[in-house]
């Protein structure tokens, strides 16, 4: 397989480092991710400025391209410029901090494996539910095993599949659930603060409020300690909401 790899943690995350080890048992592995951190910034892409490319090392030796965009960006430039050949597969992450609810909105992961998927590749977001102490091993030796199913198996058009695992030792992870997408959110709000200067500035800050009693959700498999995943795809159409929306009459 020809496997290429990104994430929104940066190229010397951890989390990808530990991705692109294990998947090297499958296949070619090329690396394309952001030069720092990319948290959170959606599906943006760049536009205004140029894309910047460097070679990246780990432990001495080479190990990917660090690009100074963001992920879908990423995905973009390994597909149409760095590989010699197109991927079969895509592969964002591992990702530290859990991408469930409407956080993937947010995802720079997810939309890392997104534009995969728009681009007609089989894709995947892998992400891992903490952010302290992290234990990469379980979620890129199952990363390894859904790889090698997506070789054989066929997603839709535009799906892509979101994959979330407890931080938890393999042994504790009671099995996998094919999950849907939770209600939940972070509860934001703003810090106000001054810098040295004397100048007003905002910190966003917030915490995670679940609120989803759906037993078949993201969420509620994580809490009882099963890996999620959910098969997800970015037609926002509100199908159901149309023949209403018809019988408003609408008039130019």
């Known amino acids: ?46 536009i205004a400025d140029p894309l910047r490319v460097v070679t990246a090392n780990r432990n001495g030796k080479f190990f990917g391209y660090a690009a100074s965009g963001t ?30 609810g409407y956080n993937i909105l947010y995802s720079g992961t997810v939309s890392g494996a997104t534009e995969g998927a728009l681009l007609g590749i089989p894709s995947l977001a892998v992400s891992l539910d903490t952010f302290t102490k992290p234990d990469f091993g379980p979620s890129a030796a199952f990363a390894v095993k859904i790889a ?12 892509l599949l979101n994959v979330n695992l407890p931080n938890i030792s393999a042994a504790k992870i009671k099995g996998v659930r094919i999950t849907n997408q939770s209600r939940t959110s972070f509860n934001d709000w703003f810090d106000k603060r001054r810098d040295p200067h004397g100048n007003t500035y905002y910190w966003m800050t917030g ?10 959700s993201d969420l509620n498999a994580l809490r009882a300690g099963y890996i999620s995943v959910t098969p997800i795809q970015f037609d926002l159409t509100d199908y159901k909401f149309v023949p209403e929306l018809e019988n408003w009459d609408i008039k130019p």
């Open 1 to 46: 397989m020809e496997i290429l790899i990104t994430n929104d943690d940066g190229i010397y995350a951890e989390g990808i480092y530990a991705l692109a080890c294990a998947l090297k048992k499958l296949g070619n592995v090329t690396v394309v991710a952001p030069d720092t951190q990319r948290s959170a910034v959606g599906h943006a892409i760049t």
């Open 148 to 159: 090698a199913m997506m070789k054989k198996k066929k997603l839709p058009a535009g799906t």
């Open 207 to 216: 915490d995670f409020k679940p609120k989803d009693a759906d037993g078949a």
């Open 71 to 100: 992920p879908a960006d990423c995905v973009k430039l390994g597909i149409k410029s760095i590989m010699k050949k197109r991927p079969d597969l895509v592969v964002s992450g591992i990702n530290l901090g859990g991408n469930q």
